[in-house]
């Protein structure tokens, strides 16, 4: 196992906001506004928590993995985002030196940008020793992950250059809370297919996942049906992106990708699987870092 001590976290770290409390039965209005108040400060406090060790897990992974000199592959999500910024500091203050990055995103270019990061675009061919990224959700024991669930402020789904830079790193380490190692997978996974003959594309997957997921079409704006609305998401390259919700645990996440890359007409989707990997775990107040061989936290 490994920890670090805690550290302060950057203004720019956003708390997720609290579930507002309603007024139950004739209790008095002061007495609901010392218990929101508790509640709000309980519910900051968790959500401080949450974002300090995140920032630990993003430290560790920078102290623990990148070497001067080399070509770092930048991922996207919020413990990246800290692992961004810190790594700009190491370099600020000489701890580090020549150091190139590769944004996965227009937000992780940007945040390097501000963190006076040197980058460059990502090229298929293109040598990384190392990338780190968030996940969405990691499945447990077999350490598979999926990514590209968020919505970018773009619009532009991120995960098909992420997963490229991830598959051509040579080292490479997922960032995460606790809440997203898991067993049994639920929610959705992103599939990215040909704009021609959609639906039909749509279609098969449904059918292959009858019973235990639904085919959405993902849109550029708001929520949408199956179809996407009036304004779908439109890569690009011309493509859709189609989030396949699973609605029970997926027993294995690794026949769900196997399956879909023999449909005709997905181009690829989100899963990222049988890629050595190791996974940093901010878990009660520790940092946990765990590869193949210690895949079960303790």
């Not at 401080?48 to 995140?54: K, N």
């Not at 991922?75 to 190491?90: D, F, K, V």
């Not at 390259?237 to 690794?254: C, N, Q, R, S």
Request: negative net charge; glycine residues 10%.
């Amino acid at each position: 196992m490994d920890a670090i001590a805690g550290a302060s976290v950057s203004s720019s770290a956003r708390l997720r906001p609290c579930p507002r409390l309603r007024r139950i039965g004739n209790v008095a209005p002061a007495t609901v506004r010392r218990r929101s108040r508790r509640h709000a400060v309980t519910c900051a406090a968790a959500a401080d928590a949450d974002v300090v060790g995140l920032f630990d897990a993003a430290k560790l992974t920078v102290d623990r993995f990148v070497e001067s000199g080399m070509v770092v592959g930048l991922g996207s999500g919020p413990a990246s985002g800290l692992a961004i910024q810190y790594l700009g500091t190491r370099l600020r203050r000489g701890s580090l030196t020549g150091i190139l990055g590769i944004p996965s995103s227009m937000i992780s270019a940007s945040e390097a940008e501000k963190a006076g990061i040197q980058v460059s675009n990502y090229e298929e061919g293109t040598q990384i020793d190392f990338a780190f990224t968030d996940a969405d959700i990691i499945e447990e024991d077999t350490m598979t992950a999926v990514i590209g669930r968020r919505k970018t402020e773009s619009g532009e789904p991120s995960f098909m250059e992420e997963k490229g830079i991830v598959k051509s790193a040579g080292k490479l380490a997922f960032i995460i809370g606790h809440e997203k190692y898991v067993k049994g997978v639920e929610g959705s996974i992103p599939v990215l297919v040909k704009s021609a003959n959609w639906i039909d594309t749509a279609e098969e997957i449904d059918d292959l996942f009858l019973g235990d997921a639904e085919v959405w079409r993902r849109p550029s704006i708001g929520t949408a049906g199956p179809l996407g609305g009036d304004f779908p998401l439109v890569t690009k390259e011309g493509h859709h992106v189609l989030d396949v919700i699973f609605t029970t645990p997926i027993p294995d996440l690794g026949k769900v990708a196997e399956s879909l890359e023999k449909i005709a007409g997905v181009v690829d989707h989100g899963i990222v699987s049988s890629i050595p990997s190791y996974v940093v775990v901010a878990l009660n107040g520790e940092v946990q870092v765990l590869d193949e061989r210690s895949s079960v936290i303790p």
